[in-house]
């Protein structure tokens, strides 16, 4: 007996190529997204909340602002 036919592994052979992934929209709900800085850009991202929220006088969060940048850059992106 062989190797392959005493260990069971099945030989290799070339799948067909996949199609390509059909893009689906979430029926509504929110995805989660952790994102990790380094001390600068973080610290950065604190001092400019903090001044919106002097200028405003309105609570600005990490996360509002993360979101308007990604949304700002996609929309560019699209545009171009």
């Known amino acids: 007996m062989s190797k ?3 260990s069971g592994a099945v ?3 070339k799948s067909p190529t ?6 689906t929209v979430p029926a509504g709900g ?6 990790k ?3 600068d ?3 950065a991202l604190r001092d400019y909340c903090a001044q919106q929220e002097r200028k405003t006088g309105q609570r600005v969060t990490h996360q509002q ?3 308007m940048g990604l949304r700002e850059l996609l929309n560019r992106r ?3």
């Open 30 to 35: 929110q995805k989660s997204l952790t994102v």
């Open 4 to 6: 392959t036919a005493a």
């Open 65 to 67: 602002v993360l979101v």
């Open 78 to 80: 699209a545009a171009a």
């Open 11 to 13: 030989p290799f052979t």
């Open 18 to 23: 996949p199609e390509p992934a059909q893009r």
């Open 41 to 43: 850009d973080y610290w």
């Open 37 to 39: 800085l380094d001390a």
